[in-house]
């Protein structure tokens, strides 16, 4: 059974920045789209950027256009989610997820996720 594996959650100060990454436990990936969602207390479960294999193709809500960047580094099997000028309404627990072929938006459609990493933005 693959498991991802998220880091980098914490508390911030409204304005500030974090990183997250994410990396498959005991396996190495290859031809995998991957993704992060986010879900806050109360709502759905939702898509805040997906990435495909090589990387050259991302796809963000719109909503968090320049201020997250997603990116991955396959030769270290580890995905990235650069956050930016970050807000209190992005607080939320942050799920990676992975699938082979090409991404998606819809969560039902990854294969493997990590347990959530839990990002904290204070006012």
């Known amino acids: 059974q693959v498991q991802l594996v998220e880091s980098g959650g914490g508390l911030v100060q409204a304005g500030g920045s974090l990183r997250l990454s994410c990396a498959p436990s005991g396996r190495t990936f290859s031809a995998v789209a991957m993704a992060w969602f986010r879900q806050a207390p109360g709502k759905d479960r939702e898509i805040v950027a997906a990435?495909?294999?090589?990387?050259?193709?991302?796809v963000y809500t719109e909503s968090l256009k320049g201020r997250f960047t997603i990116s991955r580094d396959n030769a270290k099997n580890t995905m990235f989610l650069q956050m930016n000028s970050l807000k209190p309404e992005d607080t939320a627990v942050y799920y990676c997820?992975?699938?082979?072929?090409?991404?998606?938006?819809?969560?039902?459609?990854?294969?493997?996720w990590g347990q959530g990493t839990q990002v904290t933005v204070s006012s």
């Open positions: 990435i495909n294999w090589s990387g050259g193709r991302t």
């Open positions: 997820a992975a699938r082979p072929g090409r991404w998606t938006t819809r969560p039902g459609w990854y294969d493997y």
